[in-house]
């Protein structure tokens, strides 16, 4: 999809055209339902903020001023959708430990450490502050540079760099109380993976 393209779209949905704001949704669907997703890492609740970022952007369009592009636009809704649904699930009860059921399935005891490390990781990122936590998302998860962080959350790009200091220093610090050992390997593993 060309920049043209896309302008033409957003002006024709500023009209009324809801087939141009269709085409809007198919191009950005995908980037979107990241963003929620790997804040929220939850599929259903992925899709359900999907939709309601993009219900936020129909509703907003007209004040949409274009000086950024409609991606990052798309994705600050997203990612401030998607906080405001942890939220919210932060304060649903759990079903307790008890009534969960274990996977009987061989190799289970593997798959099971692996989620319930991937589980101590995600909690640790949502323990942090959300100023923090939104920036070690978008850096460390979805790999965005400083630059588009800084366009995303509308912050200078040094803020964005000492809010990811103070996020990953945090980070570190509560993976290292619940894995010991194996927090420093993972947050190395993942440092080499999107080049901080």
């Known amino acids: 999809m060309s920049v043209d393209d896309e302008a033409d779209w957003i002006r024709r949905a500023r009209a009324g055209d809801r087939e141009a704001f269709s085409r809007l949704v198919e191009a950005h669907r995908e980037v979107a339902y990241r963003t929620a997703f790997w804040i929220l890492r939850d599929a ?10 993009f219900l936020r952007a129909y509703r907003s369009l007209n004040r949409f001023a274009e000086r950024s592009s409609f991606r ?3 994705r600050r809704i997203a990612t401030n959708a998607a906080l405001d649904r942890r939220q919210r699930r932060l304060r649903e009860p759990e079903l307790p430990e008890h009534l969960q059921v274990a996977d009987p399935t061989p190799g289970a005891a593997e798959r099971m450490a692996r989620e319930e490390t991937r589980s101590l990781v995600r909690s640790a990122i949502d323990g942090l502050p959300p100023a923090s936590r939104a920036a070690v998302v978008l850096r460390d998860v979805h790999g965005l540079s400083y630059a588009e962080i800084s366009e995303t959350l509308r912050i200078p790009k040094g803020t964005v760099m000492s809010r990811l200091h103070k996020g990953r220093q945090l980070l570190r610090r509560r993976l290292a109380d619940v894995l010991g ?5 993972l947050q190395r593993a993942r440092e080499e993976e999107v080049g901080a």
């Open 44 to 53: 259903d609740d992925a899709m359900d903020v999907t939709q309601e970022a």
């Open 72 to 74: 990052t636009w798309l």
């Open 181 to 185: 050992p194996r927090a420093e390997a």
